[in-house]
């Protein structure tokens, strides 16, 4: 008998009003597994994961981690579950030091050593040379991996990630990426990856669920969505 996923979204349904935003998404992730989340513009990636992290909460359905229903906890609440999450824009403090920020931030976790903890998380991002430079002061690649790392402090087992990627080079894009699959391998973290770049999801996910206009389309291994003639409808031939 297959053991049930380490976490997962059981029938999500999000209504804004008359209006119908997500309709009955699941999902099931493994530990460690990096699951892509894609779907074209305004078919509700982000609802969704404010619905799964507690910034709203759903009409209907479920939320687990771990065996846990999370489903109407708070944020922080979720937070010391385990399940961290980054924004589409950088949520870093520019004039504040690279290490001081990341620190009081694995304070705020409740990491057990949070300065060892914040070191670490530097060095796993090759941000180790710059723990004194001001934040702003960092390229804006070094900003994303900064940013991500705040997102790991306090050793999160589960990690949703809203657009990683926006507006990075394409270098800066595979680098990040890189980081972060090996990141999500060595510490066993569950991914859950909303991102429009389709070579970084194709390339770095286990598996991908697409959704459209709020209601599940595909799931499958990358090649198998990349294959799906739903798939390369929905994006009109453009991403898939």
Same mark, same amino acid.
């Given at each position: 008998?297959?053991?049930?996923?380490?976490?997962?979204?059981? #029938?999500?349904?999000?209504?804004?009003?008359?209006?119908?935003? +997500?309709?009955?998404?699941?999902?099931?992730?493994?530990?460690? &597994?990096?699951? !892509?989340?894609?779907?074209?513009? !305004? $078919?509700?990636?982000?609802?969704?994961?404010?619905?799964?992290?507690?910034?709203?909460?759903?009409?209907?359905?479920?939320?687990?981690?771990?065996?846990?229903?999370?489903?109407?906890?708070?944020?922080? $609440?979720?937070?010391?579950?385990?399940?961290?999450?980054?924004?589409?824009?950088?949520? +870093?403090?520019?004039?504040?030091?690279?290490?001081?920020?990341?620190?009081?931030?694995?304070? *705020?976790? =409740?990491?057990?050593?949070?300065?060892? %903890?914040?070191?670490? +998380?530097?060095?796993?991002?090759?941000?180790?040379?710059?723990?004194?430079?001001?934040?702003? #002061?960092?390229?804006? !690649? *070094?900003?994303? =991996?900064? #940013?991500?790392?705040?997102?790991?402090?306090?050793?999160?087992?589960?990690?949703?990630?809203?657009?990683?990627?926006?507006?990075?080079?394409?270098?800066?894009?595979?680098?990040? $990426? &890189?980081?972060?699959?090996?990141?999500?391998?060595?510490?066993?973290?569950?991914?859950?990856?909303?991102?429009?770049?389709? &070579?970084?999801?194709?390339?770095?996910? %286990?598996?991908?669920?697409?959704?459209?206009?709020?209601?599940?389309?595909? &799931? !499958?291994?990358? #090649?198998?969505?990349?294959?799906?003639?739903?798939?390369?409808?929905?994006?009109?031939?453009?991403?898939?």
């Amino acid at each position: 008998m297959k053991q049930k996923a380490y976490f997962t979204v059981e #029938d999500l349904v999000v209504d804004y009003g008359g209006v119908r935003a +997500i309709d009955g998404i699941r999902l099931a992730l493994d530990k460690g &597994e990096i699951r !892509g989340l894609i779907g074209p513009n !305004g $078919a509700g990636k982000s609802t969704f994961i404010d619905a799964v992290t507690g910034r709203r909460l759903p009409t209907a359905g479920r939320v687990t981690l771990g065996g846990e229903d999370i489903t109407r906890l708070s944020i922080i $609440a979720r937070r010391d579950r385990g399940l961290s999450r980054s924004f589409q824009r950088t949520s +870093i403090f520019a004039d504040m030091p690279v290490l001081e920020q990341v620190f009081l931030a694995s304070h *705020q976790a =409740r990491a057990e050593h949070p300065e060892e %903890d914040a070191l670490a +998380i530097l060095k796993e991002l090759d941000l180790e040379a710059y723990a004194d430079w001001r934040a702003g #002061d960092l390229g804006y !690649g *070094q900003q994303r =991996r900064l #940013d991500l790392a705040l997102a790991l402090v306090g050793s999160p087992s589960v990690l949703l990630l809203d657009e990683p990627m926006a507006g990075l080079t394409v270098t800066e894009s595979r680098d990040l $990426a &890189e980081h972060l699959k090996r990141l999500a391998r060595e510490r066993r973290v569950t991914v859950l990856l909303v991102e429009h770049d389709m &070579e970084i999801v194709f390339g770095i996910s %286990d598996r991908v669920t697409v959704i459209e206009l709020g209601k599940p389309l595909a &799931e !499958g291994t990358p #090649d198998e969505v990349r294959a799906n003639p739903k798939v390369r409808e929905a994006y009109l031939g453009s991403a898939a």
